[in-house]
Structures are given as C-alpha cells and as structure tokens.
C-alpha cells in the first residue's frame, strides 16, 4: 500500500504543477490560490480513485500471472504427451524395420507364401519380436541345406506339412 500512496502522492503533485502552470500561462494567478485549496480539498477523494484503479489493476495482473501459470502447465502436459508419442512412433518404426526385413528375407529365399513368414511379419508388425528367432532358425536350416517345398521351409515344426 505504500507504493499506492508515493505513486498516487507523484501523480497528484505533477496535476498541481500543471494547474499551477496553466494559471500562469493565462495570466490568472490571482485565481490560483482557490484553484489549488478546491484540489487540495477534493484530494482524498481523488485518492480513492487512485486507490480503486491501482487496485483493479493488481487484480489484473494477478488474473494474469495466474493464466500464464495455467499455460505453462498444460505446456508441460503437451510436452510430456508429446514425448509419448514420439516413443511410440519409434516403437511402431522399429516394427516396421523388422517386417521390411522378414519381406527382404522373403524375397531373397523364395519364400513367396510362406505361411510362417507371414505370420512373423504380422507378429512383428504388432509388436511381438519372434521375428528373430524364427528368421535365425530359418537361416539356421537353409545353411544346413534345407530344401524350399511348396514355398516353405522344413523347419522341423510340426505344422510344417500344412
């Protein structure tokens, strides 16, 4: 409140010196003594138009503060959702390699219809990560000189015949 009172005591002693000015600019310092007794006497209530404006205008900027507080959260909300979502695409581009990859080794083996290969590119493509066990078994019984028959490999499962 002490701020109020040098700011509004500054703001009061600049209108009196410019009253004081006018008069004398006009040639009316005769007038200048009631002039300055009626401001004088209208002064408190002047100041509580001063005070009323001062305090509307603390309210503002507390209203203010509080919204650029606000703000700042729900940044740091989107931030923090944006973050997940970033992990996630990463997540979803790692799938897609690894499928990329089971359909390059498709093609280079001749594994057209695979019906094993086709199940690991979904696997992979939903997130379950089999795709390396069964592509290093796959390799695994090429090298050992396993043969294609109806576009499969005999990987020795049981279901293999199907």
């Known amino acids: 409140m002490d701020k109020l009172i040098i700011e509004f005591n ?15 600019a006009l040639g009316e310092e005769k007038r200048l003594p009631k002039a300055l007794a009626t401001i004088e006497g209208e002064q408190p209530t002047y100041k509580n138009y001063f005070k009323a404006g001062w305090q509307s205008r603390q309210a503002e900027l507390v209203d203010k503060d509080q ?34 990859m089971m359909i390059d080794h498709i093609q280079k083996v001749g594994l057209i219809s695979s019906r094993y290969m086709v199940e690991d590119v979904q696997k ?8 390396t066990e069964h592509h290093s078994r796959a390799e695994q019984q090429i090298n050992k000189g396993a043969r294609l028959t109806k576009h499969q490999i005999d990987l020795g499962d049981k279901n293999a015949n199907s």
């Not at 500054?10 to 004398?24: A, H, M, R, S, V």
């Not at 992979?124 to 089999?130: S, V």
């Open 124 to 131: 992979a493509l939903k997130g379950n990560d089999q795709y």
């Open 10 to 24: 500054k703001k009061f002693d600049k209108q009196k010196q410019e009253l004081i000015d006018g008069f004398k």
């Open 67 to 100: 919204r650029i507080h606000e703000l700042n959260e729900t940044s740091l909300d989107l931030e923090g959702h944006i973050y997940k979502l970033q992990e996630q695409l990463k997540e979803k581009d790692k799938r897609i390699k690894q499928a990329l």
